[in-house]
């Protein structure tokens, strides 16, 4: 897309996250957005400090040293709009990741209805369901008073009642959640976030604006049938941000900065994908970012977007859910060397101890990315039943067809080896048929998408010049064959002249090596009705590709992934795949 | 750059914002003088209320019910109480269940908040009560030797210190748990045995300090009936030099354990304080920064667990052999060799 700019604002964006606050600066180049450079420090957002300010400052006077401009005056003060001599920044989006999950209950008429709908609207945060409330609860009214008082939840999101549908029955819901109010200490009663039948809005505030604060939004269940969380989500993000900027000083700050436009990252980050997805309607866009405390997983199809925010499940703080939920055995399964499920359990608990370190060696490394298919793998088993029949796939069960996947987040697109990276990708989600695997280097996304409420050219553009760095092409056939029979033909016409053959068979895995920005032709031939993407079974086809840190990787283990049973036998099938993927 | 802490102090005044987690009742007075065990602030955390239905109970209409309710809200109430109460041809009336106070009188029901035992608060330290937090708790303020841990299991006690380690990686064996110990705080390098932490709750121990512990030991650690803090991590890593010398050299003195697991949310650790008579000593810092000449212990392999002094922080970034490029500073290992580190794996050992 060629636009070109008449006016072009300089922009700095800034993301809070768990481990490191980054500032980044964009700025025209040639008629042209482009991310010009990045500023890091440590997040203070947590303890000792409780204040998101320091990090903010470190940050810009990192991209200050690093780009020779001045944003912030003596006092530390930012400077917007910018000068006429081009100090300061003419525009600021922001976004944050650090805080803790906002504790929602949710309510509603029916479980499996506007209750589930409540539940969908808060995982487009960073959340937690602390408790649920239905007109089918059994639980006295006294017992739900107890566990909200129990609970004392940050928010309280009431659903219920299809327009002109129930009102009584919605009314009625607001008994416990009115006397818990009423109960609790007036500084500390939750927000109630009232998003069913409109009928009744009135009356609610009614009902309880003399003991919380209420907000109203669109009704996330117009219809018993349909499901609409778009409108309340701007309502809710609106909330969180409220929030989060009274609890600490730094982000109160940045919300100002912003115009009260400080976004939760995991929205900035499903936005890009969603708007991804716009490009290439045979596929869906897959986006995985796996952060220290939280997992976020973005699935978008023709601007449909479908994102999960894994609250607390995460590779640094994260980690306390994973040694409740996984198997410490499973997560050693993955590592190229011998290691005992008390050895997993204690590199977890050190981490825990201190979240903020880098895996230096060779072992930790592989330690990281074992933990890391375990989110992944753990956070997808959920996000697979939010992903509708409308999306593209191969076979059902299997990850839907998708085209970039992306990854962000620095276990997987900061990871110092791009082949154990993308071997950790391949194994946590199991991509099938074709696709590319982009890695957000920089953790862009999440900025890209704050900023696109601002100025709508700069995230298309900054897109297009390449901020997202290749892994590779994956091929991955779908079929049914034993292993070792031969499933799949290639012919590799490469950029040197070169024509290779591959003979792909069945568990196989290996690469073709192909440089960064390079082009290629492989011709695919699958045998045995096997399925790679191409229109079907059995069907083959001519595929230009790209080269990527690791080339082409040709995956032809199976899906889904089948690993032995037998310690030994693992050890070695793991350690022959980490041969393949590091011997570029 | 804002860098963890850990402080390992001979003499310092500490100072410790103690919380509920809800509000409740504070039970101290500023200035008073606590022990690590003493209450400090109790609040009920798991409340518990009974839904009386005067108007069903009585047979009359709810907007009827009212006028025959003979309490106000705010009255406290034993089992049996009467709540409510009609006379005439037949007498009904409407008891309280349980004991408890009425919060609420609305539309012919009365809320009843039950009786709870409340949680109590702990001071965590022995010390003196600085300031008090209206409805939470408050901060106390204390001067000694200050140890700060890596995993505690949760319980508060202190007691007279006995060291059983000549060594920082002496392991403790159940046979050394006897009955002499009893009431005592324990500190040994290492413990890789379920029969001596047995042991040791039979002989009713009043704390055990270890450098590390294997991690299975967690569920055995949490059952314990007194306080357990690990001063370095999990696996059989010796005590780190610093707390081995601070605390060989403490025998037989009153020692103070608080045990709250490390929360990174809230920057809570586990702390052993040695309490010490007052004098001008300076309050242990909470903010680090990294700045050449400070002691630094390494966070990740390779030097995992090595003490050494920051010689330099390196300008920009720096070139690591796995190919990453991340801020480091150059440091002088205790044993000689100057590496360079990636200062996020970098903690500073306040120590002296």
């Known amino acids: ?584 | 750059m804002v860098t963890p802490i850990t402080h390992i102090l001979p003499y310092t005044t500490v100072q410790r914002r103690r919380l509920l987690p809800r509000e409740g009742r504070v039970v101290v007075r500023q200035g008073q003088a606590v022990r690590a065990t003493d209450v400090i602030a109790t609040a009920v955390l798991k409340p518990s209320h009974t839904m009386l239905d005067v108007a069903a109970g009585l047979g009359v209409t709810r907007s009827a019910a009212a006028g025959f309710i003979e309490r106000y809200e705010g009255d406290k109430l034993e089992t049996g109480d009467v709540v409510a109460r009609k006379t005439g041809l037949f007498n009904r009336v409407v008891r309280s269940p349980v004991a408890g106070r009425i919060v609420l009188m609305t539309d012919g029901y009365v809320l009843i908040e039950e009786k709870q035992q409340p949680f109590e608060l702990q001071a965590g330290i022995p010390g003196e009560v600085a300031e008090l937090m209206h409805e939470f708790g408050a901060v106390i303020e204390t001067t000694g030797a200050l140890i700060q841990g890596i995993w505690g299991n949760g319980m508060i006690d202190f007691g007279v210190l006995t060291v059983l380690a000549e060594n920082p990686g002496d392991e403790l064996q159940a046979g050394q748990v006897d009955v002499s110990l009893r009431g005592a705080v324990l500190m040994a390098g290492t413990c890789r045995s379920p029969e001596a932490f047995q042991r040791a709750a039979d002989q009713r121990l009043r704390g055990l300090i270890l450098g590390s512990m294997p991690s299975e030991l967690i569920p055995a650690a949490r059952r314990l009936p007194f306080p357990l803090i690990l001063t370095d991590g999990f696996g059989t890593v010796p005590m780190n030099q610093a707390a081995f010398r601070l605390l060989s050299t403490s025998q037989k003195r009153d020692i103070a354990l608080n045990a709250e697991p490390h929360n990174p949310e809230t920057g809570v650790r586990p702390e052993i304080l040695i309490p010490l008579p007052p004098s001008d000593a300076e309050t242990a810092i909470e903010v680090g920064r990294l700045e050449t000449g400070q002691r630094v212990q390494v966070m990740r392999a390779p030097h995992k667990g090595a003490w050494g002094v920051v010689e330099s922080i390196l300008p920009g970034r720096t070139l690591f052999p796995n190919g990453l490029r991340l801020p480091a500073a150059q440091v002088r290992l205790e044993a000689g060799e100057s590496i360079r580190v990636p200062t996020a794996n970098l903690e500073i050992i306040n120590s002296s």
């Open chain 1, 1 to 584: 897309m060629a636009t070109s700019l008449v006016d072009a604002d300089t922009l700095l964006a800034i993301d809070v996250g768990t481990m490191m606050t980054r500032a980044f600066f964009f700025d025209a180049v040639a008629s042209s957005y482009r991310f010009v450079a990045l500023g890091e420090a440590p997040s203070t957002y947590g303890p000792p400090l409780n204040d998101a300010s320091e990090g903010i400052r470190a940050a810009i006077d990192d991209l200050q040293s690093k780009t020779g401009r001045t944003f912030v005056n003596d006092d530390e003060m930012l400077i917007s709009p910018a000068l006429a001599n081009g100090i300061g920044v003419d525009t600021v989006a922001a976004t944050v990741s650090a805080v803790p999950p906002l504790r929602i209950l949710a309510a509603g008429l029916l479980d499996d209805i506007s209750v589930q709908s409540a539940r969908n609207l808060a995982s487009t945060i960073y959340a937690e369901i602390v408790d649920s409330i239905s007109m089918n609860d059994r639980r006295k009214l006294s017992e739900k008073i107890d566990e909200i008082l129990r609970q004392r939840p940050d928010l309280i999101i009431v659903a219920g009642g299809s327009e002109n549908g129930a009102s009584r029955s919605v009314i009625k819901l607001l008994d416990p959640i009115g006397l818990a109010c009423y109960l609790m200490p007036e500084r500390q009663r939750p927000t109630v976030l009232f998003a069913g039948n409109s009928g009744v809005a009135a009356e609610v505030r009614d009902a309880l604006n003399a003991l919380a604060i209420v907000a109203t939004a669109p009704n996330l269940r117009p219809t018993l049938e349909s499901e609409q969380l778009g409108p309340a989500e701007g309502e809710l993000r609106s909330l969180f941000r409220k929030i989060h900027s009274a609890r600490n000083p730094g982000l109160g700050e940045l919300d100002a900065w912003t115009s009260g436009r400080l976004l939760p990252g995991a929205t900035g980050f499903g936005r890009m994908i969603r708007f991804i997805s716009k490009n290439d309607h045979r596929k869906a866009v897959l986006g995985v970012d796996v952060g220290a405390s939280s997992t976020v997983i973005a699935a978008a199809h023709k601007g449909d977007l479908r994102q999960r925010i894994y609250s607390r499940l995460g590779v640094g703080q994260g980690l306390e859910g994973m040694l409740r939920q996984a198997s410490l055995a499973r997560i050693a399964g993955w590592l190229p060397f011998a290691a005992s499920e008390s050895t997993v359990r204690d590199y977890i608990l050190d981490k825990l101890a201190h979240p903020h370190t880098i895996p230096m060696t060779a072992e930790d490394a592989a330690m990281e990315l074992a933990l890391a298919r375990e989110v992944i793998r753990g956070a997808m088993l959920d996000m697979r039943t939010h992903i509708p029949a409308t999306f593209p796939e191969l076979r059902g069960g299997l990850l839907p067809a998708v085209e970039p996947l992306i990854v962000s987040g620095s276990v997987l697109a900061g990871a110092p080896n791009p082949g154990l990276a993308m071997l950790a990708i391949l194994d946590a989600l199991e991509p099938a048929g074709v696709t590319v695997v982009l890695a957000d280097v920089n953790n862009l996304l999440p900025s890209l998408g704050a900023a696109a409420e601002i100025n709508g050219i700069l995230p298309v553009q900054v897109l297009e010049s390449g901020v997202l760095k290749s892994l590779g092409t994956v091929i991955a056939p779908i079929g049914n064959a034993r292993t070792g029979t031969l499933i799949l033909r290639i012919r590799a016409a490469l950029p040197s002249g070169e024509e290779r053959k591959i003979d792909v068979k069945q568990g196989m895995l290996t690469t073709i090596p192909l440089e960064v920005g390079q082009r290629a032709e492989l011709h695919l031939q699958p045998l045995l009705r096997y399925d790679v993407g191409l229109g079907g079974p059995g069907r083959g086809g001519t595929l230009k590709v790209v080269g990527g840190q690791m080339g082409v990787v040709i995956d032809a283990r199976g899906r889904p992934l089948d690993l032995p049973d037998d310690r030994a036998k693992r050890l070695s099938t793991v350690q022959k795949w980490y041969a393949v993927m590091t011997s570029k």
